[in-house]
């Protein structure tokens, strides 16, 4: 029965891709090490503890320390974004739409807290959400399928009962291990590379949504 949408963040509430792409690279910059598109690309949706080990040597993470350098890139991520920062192509109207029909909403997003309130408010979007999870409140990030259960389960419904709107292979393995529903969306990927992974439905916008066509999964 559908009952609730499960929104990852970076890539799905917002084309961000190439800003948090950008930041790594300024990041990395500073240090004088270099980052490419096509190293962090297989990264994408993971949280900064799997991101950064594959981009930065273990010895310079473990005499900078983890935490100092993750919140260090998000700043510069928060930079950049704040320039151009919008809502995806038909999103907000597809929120309202749904959530008319009695639909709960959550965000479930590897993301530090500080990250996922930014890209709430500065799109105008907060109040559209009965539910935030983000990187902050579980000790795994994605592809495992922790804050994806954590925001069912704020959202008062069972796994099962929602689905998954996500542009990631990392988000892919953990809605499909929180054994939901999953739409995916080409938005980091193309669709044709969207292909590879296991979902219910690939969209390349918001704009291909509605209720119905959601609520078909579950028939």
């Not at 792409?21 to 949706?45: T, W």
């Not at 700043?75 to 320039?83: S, V």
């Not at 069972?158 to 999953?182: H, M, Q, R, W, Y």
Request: glycine share 10%; charged share 30%; net charge negative.
């Amino acid at each position: 029965m559908f009952r609730g949408v499960i929104f990852d963040m970076d890539g799905v509430l917002v084309d961000n891709r190439d800003a948090h792409f950008n930041a790594f690279k300024v990041f990395c910059s500073r240090y004088g090490f270099e980052c490419s598109d096509e190293a962090l690309l297989p990264l994408f949706g993971k949280g900064n503890d799997e991101i950064l080990p594959g981009i930065l040597p273990r010895e310079f993470i473990e005499e900078k320390g983890m935490e100092r350098l993750s919140e260090e890139k998000e700043e510069i991520y928060r930079e950049l974004i704040a320039r151009t920062i919008a809502p995806a192509d038909g999103l907000v109207e597809f929120l309202k739409e749904i959530r008319s029909h009695g639909i709960l909403t959550a965000v479930g997003s590897s993301g530090p807290s500080v990250n996922v309130n930014f890209v709430l408010e500065k799109c105008g979007i907060a109040d559209q959400f009965d539910a935030i999870a983000n990187g902050d409140m579980v000790d795994h990030a994605k592809p495992d399928p922790a804050i994806f259960r954590l925001a069912a389960r704020l959202l008062g419904l069972p796994a099962g009962d929602c689905v998954v709107i996500e542009d990631s292979f990392a988000g892919f393995e953990a809605a499909n291990k929180a054994g939901t529903k999953l739409i995916g969306i080409a938005t980091t990927y193309p669709i044709e590379k969207l292909r590879e992974g296991k979902t219910d439905m690939l969209i390349h916008s918001f704009r291909e949504l509605d209720y119905g066509k959601v609520a078909a999964l579950w028939e």
